[in-house]
């Protein structure tokens, strides 16, 4: 029989260490609408989903970075980071189911002065 840790941890494929973000603030549109990001170049054809490392900050409270899978139009079912204060970053990671073409979309309010991405691994 198989542990909680086991079953929780099964099919998931370690990237390892990025040696750089994936997807720095200069490559995110930060405006508060839903926006595709294709994953496809780092996540292989046939994940369900994947483990997110997200970065944010912003000169006040109440701004927020969520993911959910790309074809999806609810917000019930997403992952979600708000700032808490101003100049005090929020970081960790947020798990997202992907499309089959690996996409996945993100929505960064406008008030954000800074959002990054790095891909932590994958689900099969």
Do not use: K
Not at 9 to 23: E, N, Q, S
Not at 34 to 61: K, N
């Amino acid at each position: 029989t198989a542990t909680v840790e086991e079953e929780a941890t099964a099919g998931f494929h370690d990237r390892g260490m990025a040696g750089a973000p994936d997807f720095p603030t200069a490559a995110l549109v930060l405006d508060g609408t839903w926006r595709r990001l294709d994953l496809q170049a780092i996540v292989p054809e046939g994940a369900q989903a994947v483990c997110m490392r997200v970065y944010i900050a912003a000169a006040g409270a109440g701004e927020s970075f969520a993911l959910r899978r790309a074809d999806g139009v609810l917000t019930a079912n997403l992952g979600r980071f708000f700032t808490q204060t101003g100049a005090a970053p929020f970081e960790g990671d947020l798990l997202v189911a992907c499309t089959a073409d690996c996409a996945v979309e993100y929505n960064g309010t406008a008030g954000l002065t800074d959002a990054v991405l790095t891909v932590r691994g994958w689900w099969t």
